[in-house]
């Protein structure tokens, strides 16, 4: 079974541009999580997405945002790209069966904002 | 949102149990408690997770208190593999945010 492929790995942005970030679940998951970590802040919470409706989201501003394809592809994008946006953004293919909730992680694209 | 508690770091020798502690007394009574681990440059993965009983995996041991305030993953032998960050999440019963805390960086030492 084919990992979680997050595209591109590496990326330089100036401020006030934006980005667009793509995430492939594992096959068969159709929940996708985003998460933004930093060495300040740690790991934090974007949004989650569940055939395609957002599902759970994070305190972020509403520079953030993201959506889920019908394949469950997610992509999310940052508007008005801030110095303080460069992070490490995770994402996350979401297995549920019953009470069991597990999530599986990307290796990230690492955002540099100049 | 719920909130975790660990120690910044630890340390262990190769081939010792390692404890590692985290406080949650904020927890509900619904509230999953699941332990990922993240190794250099990798994305977190899962380690354990449970609700109110202990339980055990290939990985490690989940301790729980039997308030639920407070948990302890067990690693029986460290290895060199192991050093990496632990977090302690809380999950809420419905939905899968996940929020995870600054974790506790675990070095093992040869």
């Known amino acids: 079974k084919a990992g979680v492929t997050q595209t591109p790995r590496y990326l330089i942005k100036t401020r006030g541009q934006q980005v667009t970030l793509s995430c492939s679940p594992i096959s068969g998951h159709r929940s996708v999580s985003w998460y933004q970590q930093t060495p300040g802040q740690g790991l934090q919470f974007l949004f989650e997405?569940?055939?395609?409706?957002?599902?759970n989201k994070g305190n972020f501003p509403g520079r953030f945002s993201g959506r889920q394809f019908s394949n469950s592809r997610s992509e999310m994008n940052v508007s008005t790209l801030e110095l303080g946006d460069s992070a490490l953004y995770l994402c996350?293919?979401?297995?549920?069966?019953?009470?069991?909730?597990?999530?599986?992680f990307g290796p990230g694209t690492r955002l540099t904002v100049l | 949102d719920a909130k975790t508690t660990q120690p910044n770091s630890m340390e262990s020798n190769e081939e010792e149990p390692v404890h590692l502690p985290c406080n949650h007394s904020t927890i509900s009574g619904t509230d999953y408690i699941h332990w990922y681990r993240q190794l250099p440059s990798q994305g977190p993965e899962y380690v354990i997770h449970g609700l109110t009983s202990n339980v055990n995996n290939r990985m490690a041991s989940l301790a729980i208190a039997e308030d639920r305030k407070s948990s302890t993953l067990i690693l029986h032998r460290a290895t060199l593999r192991d050093a990496a960050v632990y977090y302690c999440?809380?999950?809420?019963?419905?939905?899968?945010?996940?929020?995870f805390g600054t974790g506790t960086s675990l070095t093992v030492i040869p």
């Open positions: 997405y569940f055939s395609e409706t957002q599902r």
């Open positions: 999440i809380l999950r809420a019963n419905t939905g899968n945010q996940f929020y």
């Open positions: 996350a293919s979401n297995a549920q069966q019953g009470a069991i909730h597990e999530q599986f």
